[in-house]
């Protein structure tokens, strides 16, 4: 487990550790999608991971699918997350924006405008999202035409220079978990006709831009992307191409020198084994579940640089220093994921605290 522990080169930054903070969405934002106020505590209490990674941030009105996620377009977005910045890097972190549109994923209900979601369908999820009247029934979306596809990458490239005045060291493209890059990539839900679907080319063609537009604008040493290649979430179903999909995928946006890869992996291991060998860049790997005894062994084989944990981290402010210690980790409470206060969010105790107790 000590390579963990050794300093690992990501993008423009060197980082103390190889241990990720996976992104997770909080739903604590107020309702015009500035961060809540005790964010900036919630994430420099964990500043000691090598790497931040935020919960999902909608670039766009359009982006948004839940209630109260932030966002990153607006002047009241970025002093928000300005005071999160600062408070991460006071403690020596660093912290990546995790660019979040949900696409399809998404309720009016939700949203500042109450607008339909859009994709590059309209084909609904065939799932129910929370809601401010409670669980509902998800719309079909609007299909995005060509230009609208256009501007939304431009959408994406304005957030990640807003991310950047916000002070943050970089951002991490969402292209996992049945949002709307994943959505590109799927032919049960990109039955488009134009370069943006079709052909394995033409549905990897809208996040091979949104990557290239924000490697751009912000320089590829501060643009990673996250993948989850195979997952079935929400009515997205990659067909039997999938798998040449992502080394399709996955070469072309090597070729753009970015930070890092992020794979929340679903279990193909041959396909993760490809994907080792066609990124040259630093590989960030989330197993998800990962025992404790396995942590450490994806960057001990070689397949990875770093290791990202969500839940733990969430329960564990000190993660880094539990595991150097071999200390207990506290079990994540479901009940708080998503929306409240402080109650599990700000309140996991580090070990040192509990041992006091
Ligand atoms: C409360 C919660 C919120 C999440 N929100 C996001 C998100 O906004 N973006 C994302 O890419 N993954 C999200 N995830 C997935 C996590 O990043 C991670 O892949 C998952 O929790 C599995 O890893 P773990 O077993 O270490 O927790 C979320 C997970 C949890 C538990």
Known sequence: MSQLFSPVRVGRYTLPNRLVMAPMTRSRALLDGTPGDLAAEYYAQRASVGLIVTEG????????????????????????WKKITSAVHEKGGHIF?????????????NTPHHRQGVAPSAIAPGTGMF???GMQDIPAPRALSTEEVRQTVAEFRFAARRAIEAGADGVEIHGANAYLIHQFL?????TRTDEYGGSIENRARFAIEVAAAIAEEIGADRTAIRLSPGMTLWGIDEGT????????????????????LHIMHQGN????TDIGHLWKQPFTLNRPGRPREQIGADVESGLADLEAYGQMVLANPDFVARLKADAPMTEANRNSFFG?????????PTFRETASA
Do not use: F
């Not at 799927?186 to 990109?190: E, H, K, L, R, Y």
């Not at 191409?241 to 890092?260: I, Q, S, T």
């Not at 409240?340 to 996991?348: E, P």
């Open 131 to 133: 809601t401010a009247k």
């Open 57 to 80: 941030t909608q670039p766009s009105d359009d982006g948004q699918g839940y209630l109260t996620t932030p966002g990153i377009y607006t002047d009241a977005h970025v002093a928000g």
């Open 97 to 109: 924006i995790q660019l979040m549109h949900a696409g399809r994923m998404s309720h009016p209900d």
């Open 269 to 272: 291991e041959p396909l993760l």
């Open 241 to 260: 191409e999938g798998p040449d999909l992502y080394r399709y995928l996955v070469a072309e946006l090597d070729k753009l020198g970015l930070a890092y």
């Open 340 to 348: 409240g206060d402080a109650q599990g969010y700000t309140d996991y």
């Open 186 to 190: 799927a032919p049960n839900a990109n």
